[in-house]
């Protein structure tokens, strides 16, 4: 059995001319949270795309607890759950219906998906809607019932691609103590989020990719300590590290200037 649940090495994509993730190295330990963050277009998707097996890397491997996932991704599968920022549902099937097929693709046991199911439904507000066609629901609603899917089989891993884009406050508070639980009792969950307060709060380790490099990697401590820091909010670290510091002085600049008159 292996420590790490998810063990990165030497992960590279190309697509053309463009390397998108250059030949990344990093671990997930078992029961950790796991915050991925990065500027837009720095390789976020494309890196936890690789991680579970939907798009072939250039180079490098992906273990999970152990196993190749493309080596062998039935194996490496069984083990993990992933909710894409823009979740592929079938909309004909009811809220209920969706989650019993993703129980019968994982063989759980009948009493063991009704208490789960159940449980799940009630956290996300969506007991009284369970019986309804998905094609029916809001945003947030089908976000949420792609998150019960996921954790309806109680994945060893679980990837989420910007959790928390769409739900309530609510819903996101619900979110977060449920993956923060879940990881308490043994769940490794892998996530990328741009909100880094969400990150900075929940996350045991952090790690921040640019320009398809990973440029930072640890706990909030040992990020501040690397920027040579005593305190200081995640969001001064990442704006600093990704360059941000520069365009937030732009930023600022054009904005007084606008106030002036200057520019008009
Ligand atoms: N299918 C593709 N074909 C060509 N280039 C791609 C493809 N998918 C992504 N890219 C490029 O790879 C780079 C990384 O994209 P990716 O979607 O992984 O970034 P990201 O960090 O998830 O960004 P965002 O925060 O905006 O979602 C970008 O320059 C993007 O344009």
Redesign the pocket.
Known sequence: MSKQSVKILGLEKK??Q?T?VKQINFEVKKGELFGFL??????????IKMMTGLLEPTGGTVEIDGYDIWKDPLEAKKKIAYVPDQPNLYPKLTGWEYLEFVASVFQIPSDHFKERGNKLLSIFGLTDRADELIEGYSHGMKQKIAICGALVHDPDILFLDEPTVGLDPKSARNLKNLLREECDNGMTVFL?T?ILEIAEQMCDRIGI?SD?NIIALGTMDELREKDGRTEGSLEDIFLELTGGDDQEAVIQEMAKEDQSGDSL
């Open positions: 697509y053309g463009q998108a990065g500027p837009n277009g720095a390789g976020k998707t494309t890196t990328t741009h990719i398809g």
